[in-house]
């Protein structure tokens, strides 16, 4: 994941991890790595703030039980980055120990990088899902609570960066460059070892490590269109992983990691520092065990080894001693796929011991090797193969023997390889004939004329001239007639072998202008499939078929259906991101009140009086005026309501200002009944503490008044210059 691939981790035998960001601009990066991670330090640290680096080159160094136990056999990243991944699974690094231990580190980031097509969304998904369902109810251990608020801050930080746009000349070669997040930390936690279920009962070291997802394999190429629309990118992919371990005695044991492996950090404070051992161990399940080598055949010293093959698949290639072998896992991986995707509990154990017995993995040699005799040779063994596929060499498997004698195979392309869409077919439309030799032009063109050394070593000159030489009469004696036989011989050999050349030749020349015509063809017919598609072609419709318009309409319509397709198909992707956001905001607490959508659309329209209708809306009478003129129409409309509310303000002061004053001028003799009953003559008397109570209730409303006139006339002001600025 470094940016355009200039970052290289490397493993050393003694359990040290490197991290190399390649800058040909700085020297010092191919000198000095970016993060350097001793695994052994790493596996007795307890907090962050411990020193995890590795001793300096020279330093003596003391014995420990992890210098035995820790001597790593084969490291491998869990992803290559592609659509359909989980989300921790291309920052995952696992290691392989030579004892049999395994070990992952997650995530390892250098300081810029960047991230394949749909994994930030993968993990935002994630890590706000398990945040959803860690509620209450559950009883998480105080490790789980630190390390999920550990991934919640990592998420927030990648969310919140503002990525770097690096590229090319347009849109479609560029990418975005992230920079590693400081919290929680640079260096994650080492997660392991890991649980062998059962363990290996073989005395044999492992000496190579290979791991593959579960998912189905996506070969999009990885693009700067895929990565800049992130956002709209698929689901997480399942989490489990396939753990495949080859040992020295030429075993392959194939592991599943069904929960799969998530982000860890060490705690930077040391009180929370303990965990359990549930946190501590994984199990790995074995799935299967398979034997490269038959009963009989003897042991060998070399170190067999992975080759990943280049087609999607859960496939890859083994070089040993005896062979390169072929190891295809897709005849189950699919099937338990389904099973993990759709679990139905009716039959779920009957369908799993069927899967497993009915499970056999495809094992082929393609590449028999033959036991070196040389005992240098034999020590080192072949070299780990290579597998390409070129137009020009096809399917090609290679490897080497005794240190300089190469060593190949042609393979048949795997059926997934032919059924790639469109433009897989486009390529087997416009594929070339099977590869031949070179032509190489015949020894007879080139040597010289056997009949004249012939002739002259034949016959002396003195017998040259009875056969016609130098203007000499032919004489007709049996002797001329023996040498007229053999001279016809001779020539007759000679012309047929150069008669022969000439017709191989000719048959060539004829073969290839009948190819190169095949080739025209086939590009024509792919020219219009692309004219088809671009709608180059409508007018060349038009006038060969004579439809006018309708030929038009006709690719048009071809164009237009698949637009729509895609847009389908882009509208479903949204439909099920916005569907999976709902049922976690439904998970996560209960909906809104009726009062409090009153209140909300309340304050909606308050602001709609305030600012006017927004872009959209339905009022759109004004729709046609400038927008300076529509925000001065809304201003004067608020200043004319301003002032009608200090009116009315003026008006109830002014009123409760003579209600005040008529009570408080009433006569002094004339004293109220009680519940205010009628006395002297005939004037109402209210009761003193309900007057009291009326009066303060009412200078409560004319304060809370004239605190909203004050308020609106502040926003009224702040709009004003607002409109004056926009007018300037």
Known sequence: MGVSGRCVVTTTEDAVVRVWEINRDDRQSFDKPSLAIDLKRLANATIATEEVS??????????????????????????????????????????????????????????RWQPGPGMLSSIKTVVEAKDVLSGP?????????????????????????EPVIV?????????????????????????????????????????????????????????????LDDELSTEPGIAGTIICLLTTNAKVHIYLDLEGVEAAWLPRDRRRSLFTADEQFIGLI??????????????????????????????????????????????????????LLDPVEAGESFRLDLLVEGAKSLIERPLLLKPSTNDDAAALGPATCVVLDDSDTGYLLLTHINGSQAQAALLDRPPSADTDGDIMQAKIDFATHEPREPYQAPNVFYEAPHFQSWYEDRFPPRQRRGLGADGGEIKLSPLTLDALTQAHKVLSDETRRLQSAASDLFLRCERMQEEFREQIRRADDLAGKVDAVVGDDDEEDAEDEGQGEDGQAGAKSRLRRRLLAAQSRQDELNRRHADLRAKLARMGGKGMSDGEKAFADEVARFQRSILGPEDGGEEVDDSEKP??????????????????????RKELVARGREVAAGMGGEV??????????????????????????????????LEREEALVKATGERLERLNLNVSLGMV
């Open 627 to 648: 927008a300076h003129e529509l925000e001065q129409g809304y201003a004067g409309r608020q200043v004319e309501r301003l002032e009608e509310v200090k009116r009315l």
């Open 54 to 111: 590795p001793s300096k080159y020279g330093a003596s160094k003391g014995f420990s039980a992890d210098s035995a136990e820790m001597e790593v056999a084969s490291a491998r990243f869990g992803g290559l980055g592609r659509l359909g991944e989980s989300a921790w699974a291309s920052a995952t690094l696992w290691i392989a120990m030579q004892n049999g231990d395994i070990y992952a580190l997650c995530p390892l980031l250098p300081s």
């Open 668 to 701: 002094a003799g004339a004293s109220a009944g009680e519940d205010g009953e009628i006395e002297g003559d005939g004037v109402v008397k209210v009761p003193r503490g309900f007057r009291r109570r009326r009066i303060e209730e009412v200078f409560d409303a």
């Open 167 to 227: 590229g090319g000349y347009n849109d479609r070669h560029q990418f975005k460059v992230y920079s590693r997040p400081t919290r929680p930390g640079s260096i994650p936690k080492l997660q392991g070892p890991f649980q062998l279920d059962p363990e290996l009962e073989d005395d044999a070291d492992i000496c190579d490590l290979f791991v593959m997802g579960l998912n189905a394999d996506n070969d999009e190429d990885y693009t700067a269109e895929t990565d």
């Open 137 to 161: 109810d559950d009883e998480l251990s105080a490790g789980d609570l630190d390390c999920l608020k550990m991934q919640k801050q990592f998420s927030a930080d990648l969310q919140n960066q």
């Open 286 to 339: 074995l799935f299967e065990t398979v034997n490269l080598l038959g009963e009989g055949q003897e042991m060998s010293t070399s170190i067999p080894s992975f080759t990943a093959d280049i087609y999607p698949g859960h496939s890859l290639f083994i070089t040993h001693d005896t062979g390169v072998y072929y190891l295809s896992l897709n005849s189950w991986t699919h099937k338990l796929r389904a099973e």
